[in-house]
């Protein structure tokens, strides 16, 4: 049998522990395909605005040496990403392990025979510390400045 595997993110700032996940799945599976999730989706889902927008960011991990197939999600629910992709494994970072939600992903795939198996999550390096590293080189000198103290004349 062949093993599908599918390891999606929204791949944003693209970054080691992006190429780590992928790299990790494709360990594990026959045929690899990545889910990049939408410009919609971020917004939807996550209340945040992507940096790199969805074309961009899909021929990013397009050019993966070991991704097969990009597919674009632009629904939440993973079950109907499954039955439009058909994959047998669905790849996570570990810092889902044990939460509530990656506990309902499992029980949900466990339903239709898919496997979640968990991979170590990058935690050194993260899309939303290089966010952060952004906006601070984007503050303007002036905001970085400490605030004028009040003299009291008595």
Known sequence: MTRIGYAAGAFDLFHIGHLNLLRHAKQHCD?????VVS??????????????PTAEREEIVRHVDFVDEVYV?????????????????????DDWRG??????????FAR???EVVYFPYT????????????????TP??????AP??????
Request: charged letters at 30%.
């Open 149 to 154: 103290v009040a003299v009291l004349q008595g």
């Open 39 to 52: 410009d919609e989706m971020l917004r939807e889902v996550k209340g945040s605005e992507p940096v790199i």
């Open 112 to 114: 239709v025979g898919v």
């Open 73 to 93: 999600e632009r629904v939440p629910d993973k079950l109907e990403v499954w039955r439009e992709v058909g994959f047998t494994h669905f790849f996570k970072g």
């Open 141 to 146: 000198a002036a905001r970085l400045e400490p």
């Open 123 to 138: 935690a050194h390096t993260s899309s939303t510390a290089l966010r952060r590293a952004l906006e601070l080189l984007e």
């Open 31 to 35: 045929y690899l395909v990545a889910g």
């Open 99 to 108: 939460t509530e939600q990656g506990l309902q992903l499992e029980r949900r």
